[in-house]
C-alpha cells in the first residue's frame, strides 16, 4: 500500500502547504516552484541534505509546445508507490514529487523533484532514481508540435539503460 | 453501458477517436476484432499494455471485461 500523506506542514515563508513524507502531485497548468521548494525545505528542517530537481521544456530548434497525457487511474499511483519505493530505498525523510500535464512551451517546468535525507548522497541518488523512473516508467505520452504539426514522441534506448542502473 | 475503451497516446490517432463503448462481456479476441486490423496489429506488441478496471494486466490475453468495466490500450510510455 502507497503511504498516504500523514500530516500538512505549514511555515511562516512558505505560502503553500505540502503533505509529508510524500508530495505527490499531477498539475494541469503551472508549477509554484520557488514555493514548493520552500515549503519543502521548512517541512524538513531536519534533514541534512535537500537536493531538487527541475525538468524543463527544451528550447529545442523548432519545438513551439510539448503535450504530456495521462491515464488518472494509474499515473498518480504509480508516482506514489514510485515515491515511497526512493523514500525507503535512500531513507529519505521525505521526498516532493510533481508532475505537469497538459500542453507547455519551451523554457516552462515539466518535472519537480525534491529529496530530503540525513546525508546528501542518499538525497541526490534519491533525485536521480525519481527522475530515471519518471522518465520512463510513468505512464505518460508526449507529443511536441514542430511548424504547426503534432508528432509522438517515442522512447529512447537510454531511457532503459538508465533504468537498468538501478536494478 | 457495456465496456468502454480508451485509446491512449498515440492509439488515439490511429484509432480516430479517444474512447469508444461496445457490449460486454469482451474478452481479448472480442477486443481485437472490436478495435479493427490497425489497432489490433499494435495491441500484439508486446510492449503495449492493457489495463482493465484500472489495473495493469500482466497477461493481456487473459483479458474479460465485464458491463460497466473500462478498459484502457497503454502504448509504451515517452522517454525523454
Redesign the interface.
Known amino acids: 500500500m502507497v503511504t498516504r500523506s500523514r500530516c500538512y506542514l505549514r511555515s511562516a515563508v512558505a505560502r503553500l502547504s505540502i503533505s509529508s513524507p510524500l508530495d505527490v502531485r499531477l498539475l494541469d497548468k503551472g508549477m509554484s516552484v520557488g514555493e514548493a521548494l520552500a515549503a519543502f525545505n521548512a517541512a524538513y528542517s531536519e534533514a541534512g541534505g535537500v537536493v531538487s530537481f527541475l525538468g524543463k521544456v527544451r528550447p529545442d530548434g523548432d519545438v513551439q509546445a510539448l503535450e504530456l497525457s495521462h491515464y488518472e487511474p494509474l499515473t498518480l499511483p504509480g508516482m506514489e508507490k514510485l515515491s515511497e519505493n526512493a523514500r525507503a530505498r535512500f531513507s529519505l525523510d521525505g521526498a516532493l514529487v510533481w508532475h505537469r500535464t497538459g500542453v507547455m512551451t519551451p523554457g516552462e517546468p515539466i518535472v519537480l523533484v525534491a529529496t530530503a535525507a540525513r546525508h546528501r548522497r542518499n538525497a541526490f541518488e534519491a533525485a536521480d532514481y525519481l527522475m530515471d523512473h519518471l522518465k520512463s516508467a510513468a505512464w505518460f505520452w508526449k507529443r511536441e508540435k514542430r511548424r504547426g504539426t503534432w508528432r509522438w514522441i517515442e522512447a529512447r534506448p537510454q531511457d532503459h539503460l538508465d533504468l537498468d542502473r538501478w536494478k | 453501458m457495456g465496456v468502454r475503451i480508451?485509446f491512449?497516446?498515440?492509439l488515439q490517432?490511429l484509432a480516430g477517436e479517444a474512447e469508444r463503448t461496445v457490449a460486454a462481456p469482451l474478452d481479448w479476441a472480442g477486443l481485437l476484432s472490436e478495435v479493427g486490423p490497425v489497432i489490433a496489429e499494435q495491441l500484439q506488441v508486446e510492449r503495449l499494455n492493457i489495463?482493465c478496471g484500472?489495473r495493469?494486466l500482466a497477461d493481456k490475453t487473459s483479458l474479460v471485461a465485464e458491463d460497466g468495466d473500462?478498459i484502457?490500450l497503454?502504448?509504451?510510455?515517452?522517454?525523454?
Do not use: I, Q, R, T
Open positions: 480508451l491512449l497516446g498515440p490517432d489495463a484500472g495493469v473500462e484502457a497503454l502504448p509504451p510510455v515517452s522517454g525523454g
